[in-house]
């Protein structure tokens, strides 16, 4: 699978240019599978030369996403795949850059197209996307935008992938279509795999049980394990792989305990071995001695009481980044700023100089109380709504006095009445 990406950027160098637009193609070999195409909110100004070039000006991204709200989407959607772009590595380092800000290390398998460009269609005047998509007679619609310029790399990289005949982008970048290093799975099963949500099983050729997994979009995952090549374990388990089956949730909640549910029941062999924790990070509150509420994230151990929990250390960077913007309260305080001194935000005036002593500490705890109240549920017991598996159903959670106990699938006709109808409904879990 190949995430085909295209930037753009407000200028500068590599530490001050930030993403305005982003577009990311997910090409299988053949067709584009899925697609991501936003502006991008910079959360700063836009130069006019950079206007002039792309057309994207303040006023069209002051109400786009920022980074930090589309990050775990770029994640999911490049996972398992080669980032292709033209002149990969500008883009690459933006985006790489950008996710440092977050804290997360984000590494992909690199492809560029201009290098192998060089390599496939020599002696060519120029190799910039403009010059040498006109050259092969490859329509760019909206250039120098992201989704634009996107398109006409998929194309151009279509053209390359047929010329490819010494298979330079083969190795551990490119596996030929339809096959997944894997003997025993024929393509016609995977192509059979939904891209909806759900949990899927792994067997071995004695009909073991070997992997539990769930993805907003099974085949995409399945996939990524046939083609994984990195670490012993990966490699064992994607050779053992005989068999696939899955279960269809609709609702990612209900996905995510249904795996969690099975995993423990049912202890896979690949499943024990990573020793996977869902929630290792959680947010704690603590009162310093200068009288400041400050918000810590953390590690969660045996009998900590954590505010809030988190799947990684990067979802809780996302959390605090909102809560920061939120109820405007300080990077140094809640642990975003590494250095001494005031943070970023009290130099460009969104803090308000708890980190600067220029705020007294009721004032700044006050914020940070009502961002607290967030997490403090007055009644314990809820129905959590969410998607079904059909158009004509939907997924009930049922959390009492505070502990999740089970879900089911309810006629999308009950969840108008009353919530006491729905109990029926519920199939119970530990």
């Keep these: 699978m190949y995430a085909i990406i295209d930037i753009e950027t407000n200028g500068g160098s590599l530490r001050q240019a ?37 057309g994207i000006h303040d006023e069209m991204v002051a109400g786009a996403p920022k980074f930090y709200e589309i990050a775990r989407q770029v994640v999911e959607m490049t996972e398992g795949a080669v980032f292709v772009a033209h002149s990969a590595d500008f883009d690459y380092s933006i985006i790489r850059h950008e996710f440092r800000r977050l804290g997360y290390d984000y590494q992909r398998p690199l492809l560029c197209t201009v290098r192998l460009s060089r390599q ?39 053209r390359l992938l047929r010329l490819d005949e010494q298979r330079l982008t083969f190795g551990t970048l490119k596996r030929p279509a339809h096959t997944y290093d894997n003997p025993n799975i024929p393509a016609s099963l995977i192509e059979s795999l939904p891209a909806a949500t759900g949990v899927y099983y792994f067997y071995n050729a004695e009909r ?66 990573q020793k996977r924790t869902y929630y290792p990070y959680g947010l704690f509150a603590d009162l310093q001695i200068d009288g400041y509420i400050r918000l810590v994230l953390r590690k969660v151990t045996g009998g900590s ?86 158009i004509n159903e939907k997924a009930v959670v049922q959390i009492r006095n505070g502990r999740y106990t089970g879900y089911g699938y309810a006629p999308l006709a009950a969840t108008a ?14």
């Design 305 to 390: 009481q954590p505010l809030t929990v988190y799947t990684s250390r990067k979802h809780g960077i996302d959390h605090l980044y909102y809560l920061n913007e939120t109820y405007e309260l300080c990077l140094a305080m809640t642990g975003l700023h590494k250095g001494r001194g005031p943070c970023f935000h009290y130099a460009i005036r969104r803090c308000r100089g708890a980190c600067a002593g220029k705020e007294a500490p009721e004032a700044y705890n006050e914020r940070v109380r009502q961002a607290l109240a967030a997490f403090n549920y007055q009644n314990q017991n809820v129905l959590i709504i969410d998607k079904g598996r059909r």
């Design 208 to 273: 073991q049980l070997i992997y539990i997994g769930k993805s907003t979009n099974i085949r995409k995952r399945v996939v990524s394990h046939l083609l994984n090549a990195r670490g012993a374990k990966a490699i064992a388990m994607r050779n053992e792989i005989a068999d696939i089956d899955y279960e269809l949730t609709g609702s990612e909640l209900v996905a995510l305990l249904k795996e969690s549910a099975e995993i423990k029941a049912r202890k896979p062999l690949y499943n024990q071995a």
């Design 120 to 158: 496939l269609i020599p002696l060519q005047p120029s190799y910039s996307l403009g010059k040498l998509c006109a050259a092969l007679g490859i329509t760019i619609r909206e250039r120098h935008r992201a989704g634009g310029d996107a398109a006409a790399t998929v194309e151009l990289f279509k």
């Design 18 to 54: 930030r993403i305005t637009e982003i577009a990311i193609l997910l090409f299988d070999g053949e067709r584009v599978v899925d697609s991501l195409v936003t502006l991008v909110n910079p959360e700063s100004t836009i130069p006019p030369y950079i206007t002039r070039l792309t």
């Design 417 to 430: 009445g009353a919530p006491a109808a729905l109990a029926r409904y519920i199939e119970p879990q530990e």
